[in-house]
């Protein structure tokens, strides 16, 4: 990464529309330190949507939760969403300020996080770089950042990762998820006792709406539940990463089923490779949950579906990856 001093950046003048757009949003807050926090936040996001702009990127400020009052109410957020691509977080940054403190209900669903530092005035505003993910810590200390060069760069292979994920979803058959219900599971996908250890069939627990299901336990005597796994190797060359992907089943109604997505290290490992990431894609190919692998043993995300919908799930480690394609 390149330290933010020596990078390119970009200053957008924060003239009166940026002003009275923030100044609309601050009075509808009666606590006058979250007043401050939306104002600013306001900014940020006016700043970033004016240079994507001048970059010929597609935004929508109004698809995005930071135009919603309500929602600026709840959560200390500034995102934006890119259109086609996903949301990208504004995080502001004061002056003389080195280290960001990023909001943990942001540091996911993200496409990226872009660094915006204020004059003192409030005048202009700078953005300084740009980062893919946000450190463990929920912590960005600016020196870290990658230059904005970096993040168009990042885009554009978003927009062709899209464009070849809504061709593989042409060409490739989806795996039909509420048929598993029925005894009727698509080629390659086995049992959970032929993937993983002991430990970790009974380590198997998906949680759902603030209830917890194990699906290792005696998963064979019960038609409420249902789980199958799929073994992948992220590898190259000579040198083999094999993982499971477990997929587990939970009918909520009778047009709802929740999904549990959890992958497991095999083939003798203990944790997963290092930033190894998950993520789930709605129909469109767009990122609607992520996590990543930390020296993690294993990594989940859990969602609901309804009957008929598509989605994918696409399991990356460096420029290998895996892209799944499911119907419910």
């Known amino acids: 990464m390149k330290d933010f001093s020596e990078s390119l950046t970009f200053t957008v003048p924060l003239n009166s529309e940026a002003r009275q757009r923030a100044e609309q949003f601050l009075r509808k807050q009666r606590n006058p330190q979250k007043a401050k926090q939306v104002y600013l936040n306001t900014l940020a996001v006016f700043a970033v949507n004016f240079y994507l702009r001048c970059m010929g ?3 929508s400020w109004s698809e995005s939760l930071s135009s919603q009052p309500a929602i600026q109410t709840l959560m200390d957020i500034a995102d934006l969403e890119v259109i086609g691509l996903g949301k990208i977080e504004c995080l502001p940054v004061l002056p003389n300020q080195k280290v ?7 540091c996911s669903d993200r496409i990226g996080y872009l660094a915006v530092q204020f004059d003192s005035s409030l005048e202009e505003a700078t953005i300084l770089g740009f980062m893919k993910t946000v450190p463990s810590s929920f912590e960005l200390n600016l020196s870290q950042l990658s230059s904005l060069e970096d993040l168009l760069i990042h885009l554009n292979q ?3 990762s899209q464009a070849w994920h809504e061709d593989a979803i042409k060409v490739q058959q989806p795996t039909h ?3 598993w219900f029925m005894n009727a599971v698509d080629a390659g996908w086995q049992t959970i006792e032929s993937l993983l250890n002991p430990q970790q069939q009974t380590e198997l627990v998906f949680r759902f709406r603030g209830t917890e299901h194990s699906l290792a336990l005696h998963p064979e005597n019960s038609t409420s539940w249902v789980q199958k796994g799929k073994l992948l ?3 190259r060359d000579s040198k083999s990463q094999p993982i499971a992907l477990v997929v587990g089943l939970i009918p909520a109604s009778s047009e709802e089923i929740n999904i549990g997505i959890k992958v497991y290290p095999t083939g003798g490992q203990n ?4 930033e190894l990431e998950l993520t789930v894609l709605d129909e469109a190919g767009i990122s609607v949950m992520q996590a990543m692998a930390r020296n993690t043993k294993s990594i989940q995300l859990n969602f609901s579906s309804e009957i008929g919908e598509t989605f994918s799930v696409k399991i990356a480690l460096g420029d290998i990856s895996f892209t799944e394609v499911f119907l419910t």
């Open 177 to 179: 998820l509420s048929q």
């Open 271 to 274: 944790y997963l490779p290092e």
């Open 233 to 235: 190797d992220l590898g």
């Open 100 to 106: 960001i403190h990023v909001p943990p209900e942001v």
């Open 158 to 160: 978003l927009t062709n």
């Open 57 to 59: 990127i597609q935004t």
